[in-house]
Nanobody, 119 residues
Framework: QVQLVESGGGLAQPGGSLRLSCAAS????????MGWYRQAPGKQRELVAR???????NYADSVKGRFTISRDNAKNTVYLQMNSLKPEDTAVYSC?????????????WGQGTQVTVSS
């Protein structure tokens, strides 16, 4: 079965860094667009960053210049390097894999990892 397993969350100080990883199994990883989403308490889930199967990236305005998404197809893993963290980055971060073939959407989610930014 498909599994997306996130790791690397935890507590960071404002201005600090964390690196999230999402290891995928059960899918043809290189053919999927991979994304990181986050949901803070009382807020809707929002897209943080996405990387296409071809390596094109896009970011939420709130994280541009601070976060970097990357992927290693040999390891079936997508990363989110988070620098200059702010308290408002506190949220549960979830990994997403998606592709559409012949109008059929294949969409998978990880369980999420907590990121807390606090002094």
């Amino acid at each position: 079965q498909v599994q997306l397993v996130e790791s690397g969350g935890g507590l960071a100080q404002p201005g600090g860094s964390l690196r999230l990883s999402c290891a995928a199994s059960g899918i043809s990883f290189s053919t999927y667009s991979m994304g990181w989403y986050r949901q803070a308490p009382g807020k809707q889930r929002e897209l943080v960053a996405r990387i296409s199967s071809g390596g094109m990236t896009n970011y939420a305005d709130s994280v541009k210049g601070r976060f970097t998404i990357s992927r290693d197809n040999a390891k079936n893993t997508v990363y989110l390097q988070m620098n200059s963290l702010k308290p408002e980055d506190t949220a549960v971060y979830s990994c997403n894999a998606i592709k559409v073939i012949n109008n059929v959407e294949y969409n998978y989610w990880g369980q999420g990892t907590q990121v807390t930014v606090s002094s």
